[in-house]
C-alpha cells in the first residue's frame, strides 16, 4: 500500500481500534479510581503497582498505579482490537460514539456524586 494512499484504499479497523482502545484506557483509570475510594487494600495495591517500576512514584502516591493500570488496558486492548480489526472496513462514526460512552461512563464515575455510592462509609 502506497504511503499516499486514499482513505478508500486504506480499510478504518486501525483507527477503530485506536478509538477503542482509547476509550477502555479511559473506562479503566476511572474504574481504579472508583474502585480506589472504596477499599483502602485496593489502594495499597495501586501503590505497590506503581512503586514497581515508575521512579517517584511514592510522591504520587497510589496515582502511579491506577495509570499503570490505565495503560495496561490501553496498550493491550489497542493491540487486541488492531489485530481484530485492521484488515477490516468498520464504520468510524459508531465506532467512535461507543468509546465516547465509555469515556462518558467514566466521566459519571468521577463525579463526587456517583463515586460515594461505592465508598462504605
Known amino acids: ?18 478509538t477503542l482502545a482509547a476509550g477502555l484506557g479511559v473506562l479503566a483509570l476511572a474504574m481504579a479510581q472508583v ?22 512514584a511514592a510522591g504520587i502516591g497510589p496515582y502511579s498505579g491506577k495509570e499503570t493500570v490505565a495503560l495496561v ?17 468498520l464504520s468510524i462514526s459508531r ?9 462518558g461512563i467514566a466521566t459519571t464515575l468521577l463525579w463526587p456524586p456517583v463515586t460515594e455510592l461505592f465508598v462504605h462509609h
Open 73 to 89: 488496558v490501553w496498550l493491550a486492548s489497542w493491540a487486541l482490537l488492531h489485530r481484530l480489526f485492521h484488515t477490516q472496513e
Open 1 to 18: 500500500m502506497s504511503p499516499l494512499a486514499t482513505r478508500s484504499e486504506r480499510p478504518s479497523g486501525a483507527a477503530v481500534a485506536a
Open 35 to 56: 474502585m480506589s475510594a472504596a477499599s483502602k487494600s485496593f489502594t495499597t495495591a495501586m501503590q505497590s503497582l506503581g512503586n514497581l517500576w515508575m521512579p517517584g
Open 95 to 103: 465506532f467512535g460514539t461507543f468509546a465516547l460512552i465509555l469515556v
